[in-house]
């Protein structure tokens, strides 16, 4: 860390015999490699803001994006329930791929920065393996065969997970297969080729305050055969690089329940004498409905990018456009009733409805002095897609939405190691998995603005069609006499989004007249707020000693109205809701890695968090978690053994997932790993 702390420092001394350009190259190399050891002693956000400076000093550089990928994968939420962070990873992971020359590293996204490579790898065969093991039956497995050969390279990878959870039908299994492969045509062109498999199968996944919330009897499998991907990447000469990238999606999703409780309003007429009736309605959720759910998209998706370098500014324009199709089933039943009065629910629905997506973009970055870099953008967006295909019942609607999207961003060094962020964006969001096939830069100033989703979707699933709008704020030091290192982070992140939400209805002209077995829909507007702050120290002790402290606070506040249900109507009360969450955690952590390369760990997470609005309410929950690690790591981390205690104290928690949160064990777990990569 030192080495390389002091060449980011000298860097400019070889500008006599270096043009500004392969200085800023070199930098942004540097930069990289510093955020993974970063990373490793346990700065994570310092790591990440270490490999956003790489990319913005070199656009072109791929192991800054690769290394971004990275720190993405490790937020994503491993049950692919909440995706806020599915955009900024696999965006990053594509542009990598497509920017790294054949023989610079291994195409595989297993083998990241934190194995040992050499810069040009020679010719020859690979292999990763990375096998993770819960007590509780948990087993993560990843592994990867890759090669180089001349001018080709290729990467297989396979990606199992098999969770068990911590309560009923919480079980979680999920099988990635890929396969990339690059060619090298000419010393400035290279193309890219990916086929993709997915087969996920799980229970109720969501996370909720109360456990017993849960589906008991909620099932999903979802198929992705196959996902292809072609790109190719032109070196016109140092500092203009275009990239261009198509892909080909077959998704398919199915959802079943046996106890579904779709959302009904009701309405029924009372005779009162003389010619007077009055009308009463009122929304129920009817109980012990079957569900049975299937939706299929195809769908593809084309991005040209231009990227003009020089020693001053760095521009990136782009266009994209993407269109798919959808086949959507749904069906609903009761079991017959022995009540003569009560008809029991029955309904079949099919349609058949389009997507697609316009977007372009410019990106500027000027350098009018030597600390300072100015950043300025603007998207359009144009949006068409189905209203409501994910919240039974289901309907054809198509609605349209677009938008003009600013962007700016500064970062400002006045003085040596200390580093000021600012960043504002607004942007659209897709339908599905749209918004994150994409080669448009995720990043502002530090900040990410490429987003699936803000509002968590364990509180209210797939929102299409959300505007975003984003501020951050940020400075970090590094005081090089004390080894000590400082970071505070500053966001608002806020999401506003009006959809369909399907919704039975009754007919009380018809035999039946207080049962819902019309389809139809509502409109539900959704206000989304999130103010967060982040504050981190840490403190290299010595050649292998180093501590860490990092404290978050996030106030979550979500507005849920139904407008075009008068608020006179019975039970409307329990659908419209103004609710806020405020979670405190403060992580500690203290890490020992010895030359012999034995290495140890220990982290004491605290979280507090508190509940208002709700009825009945959600009480507030204190707690703290204690992890500990013990491992060995062979020579060029060609092989690791990781041994560890997750949870120790065997603490459960109740925690609103209104504020985004990664799971944590909810009794003592043991761990094991072993990581080996020849």
Avoid: C
Avoid at 393 to 402: L, R, S, V
């Amino acid at each position: 860390m030192e080495d390389l702390e002091r060449s980011q420092q000298l860097n400019d001394n070889r500008s006599v015999f270096r043009s500004r350009l392969l200085l800023d190259q070199d930098q942004s190399v540097r930069g990289a490699n510093l955020a993974s050891i970063y990373r490793d002693e346990g700065m994570f956000d310092r790591s990440v803001q270490e490999a956003s400076r790489a990319v913005i000093s070199d656009y072109a550089n791929h192991s800054a994006h690769l290394f971004l990928a990275n720190s993405y994968d490790t937020l994503r939420d491993p049950k692919l329930i909440n995706l806020r962070y599915e955009t900024s990873w696999y965006s990053e992971l594509l542009v990598a791929n497509l920017l790294a020359p054949v023989n610079s590293g291994s195409l595989s996204r297993n083998v990241s920065q934190q194995e040992y490579s050499k810069l040009f790898a020679e010719d020859g065969l690979g292999i990763f393996s990375n096998t993770e093991y819960f007590s509780n039956g948990d087993w993560v497995q990843n592994a990867s065969q890759y090669g180089y050969f001349g001018s080709t390279g290729y990467a297989f990878d396979v990606n199992y997970r098999s969770d068990n959870g911590y309560r009923p039908n919480n079980e979680l299994e999920a099988l990635d297969l890929s396969l990339r492969l690059k060619q090298q045509i000419t010393e400035h062109d290279s193309v890219f080729f990916q086929v993709g498999y997915l087969d996920l199968s799980s229970g109720d996944v969501a996370q909720y305050y109360y456990q017993t919330n849960a589906s008991t009897t909620f099932h999903a499998e979802e198929q992705q055969e196959p996902n292809l991907l072609a790109g190719y990447h032109r070196n016109w000469s140092p500092g203009q690089d275009t990239l261009f990238l198509f892909g080909w999606f077959d998704d398919e999703l199915n959802l079943q329940d046996q106890n579904r409780n779709p959302l009904a309003r009701s309405t029924y007429v009372v005779d009162v004498g003389g010619g007077t009736l009055i009308t009463n309605d009122f929304v129920w959720l009817p109980n012990d409905v079957a569900f049975d759910y299937d939706r299929q998209i195809k769908a593809y998706s084309t991005e040209l990018q231009h990227a003009w370098q020089t020693p001053f500014q760095t521009l990136i324009v782009g266009a994209r456009y993407q269109a798919g199709w959808t086949d959507t089933t749904n069906y609903f039943a009761q079991p017959p009733s022995p009540n003569p009065f009560f008809t029991p629910i029955q309904l079949s629905q099919q349609n058949e409805t389009d997507l697609s997506r316009v977007s372009a973009y410019v990106y500027e970055q000027i350098r009018p002095f030597e600390s300072l870099r100015l950043i300025g953008g603007l998207s359009y967006d144009r949006l068409e897609y189905p209203v409501n295909l994910d919240i039974p019942p289901i309907t054809d609607e198509q609605d349209t939405a677009d938008q003009w999207s600013p962007k700016a961003g500064l970062l400002w060094t006045p003085w040596k190691a200390g580093n000021f962020r600012f960043a504002y964006t607004r942007s659209l969001g897709g339908a599905y998995f749209d918004q994150s096939v994409r080669l448009e830069p995720v990043q502002v100033a530090g900040f990410n603005q490429a987003y699936r989703s803000l509002i968590p979707e364990s509180v209210i699933g797939l929102v299409p069609g959300t505007e975003f709008e984003t501020f951050g704020v940020g400075f970090d030091q590094r005081i090089d006499k004390t080894r000590t290192y400082f970071l505070i982070n500053a966001e608002l992140l806020l999401s506003e989004a009006s959809r369909t939400v399907g919704i039975l209805t009754n007919d009380v002209l018809s035999a039946a007249p207080l049962t819902p077995n019309l389809a139809s829909s509502t409109r539900q507007d959704l206000e989304y707020s999130e103010h967060s702050l982040v504050a981190a120290v840490n403190q290299l002790v010595g050649k292998e000693f180093s501590l860490g402290a990092r404290y978050r606070v996030t106030q979550a506040e979500m507005d849920s109205q139904f407008p075009e249900i008068p608020s006179t109507v019975g039970g409307v009360d329990n659908l419209n809701r103004d609710v806020e969450a405020l979670l405190h955690q403060v992580s500690l952590f203290g890490s020992w890695f010895h030359r012999s390369g034995l290495f140890a760990q220990f982290e004491a997470v605290w979280s507090h968090q508190s509940n208002d609005g709700y009825s009945p309410g959600l009480p507030d929950e204190d707690f703290w978690q204690y992890n500990v690690y013990l491992g060995y790591r062979l020579l060029q981390r060609r092989m690791e053994v990781r041994l560890g205690v997750l949870n120790l104290s065997g603490e459960d928690y109740n925690l609103n997932p209104l504020t985004l949160y990664n799971e944590m064990p909810r009794d003592r777990t043991f761990f094991a790993g072993l990581r080996f990569n020849f």
